[in-house]
């Protein structure tokens, strides 16, 4: 038996395959070498003056607390808003507000870090009956992230509510941004020279 064109056949082979094995390499070599220079936003307090929250609401006894937050501005360190509070079925106790959550340049840094974030702040509404509020800010990018709210109506009284925020200023991270593509795979289907085969006397 002609071992020599199986030789041969094997020989291709192992060619074709450590010159992809090269070529993923290198390219996984760029990917990381782009990962790695690409540039990353430098923290503005600009970025940080407004702070949209979502409408949210939590469940009570045999009913609902419905909130409705305009967007949040930015004054010495302070995020300042007004709110609505719609109580389902009991509407009598509806409630509307104003709002103060106390947050330093050093937290916004570490929320934009990606680190949580715990604030407190108050709430009057217009009877000028006071609200605590306590919560903790969980980022997901840069741009937003989950809000947990803890509203203390009275001493026995406590509210949660779960939500989100996003500033807006920080540009929407693109389609796929922080997860590098994939080195290239093999081509389906791609043909292997094969030798001719040998001529037997």
Known sequence: MNRRPLRAVLAV????????????GSAAEKIGAESVAAP?????ASDYARVDV???K?????GTVSMALPAFSRHDERYESTYVAKVFPYFFYNEQGTLAID??????????????VEFS???FNTAREERRVEGKATPTDARSGKLKVRVFVTKRIELIFNTTYVFPAIPAPGPGAGTPPSPPSPPDGA???????ARTP
Request: glycine share 8%; aromatic share 6%; net charge positive.
């Open 13 to 24: 082979v192992l060619g074709a395959a450590a010159g992809w094995a090269a070529s993923a």
């Open 40 to 44: 990353t936003r430098a923290w503005r």
């Open 54 to 56: 979502a409408p949210t």
């Open 58 to 62: 939590t469940s009570i006894y045999i």
């Open 103 to 116: 947050l330093p340049d050093s937290a916004l840094r570490r929320l934009a870090a990606g680190e949580p």
């Open 121 to 123: 702040g108050r709430a």
């Open 191 to 197: 043909a292997i020279p094969m030798p001719a085969p």
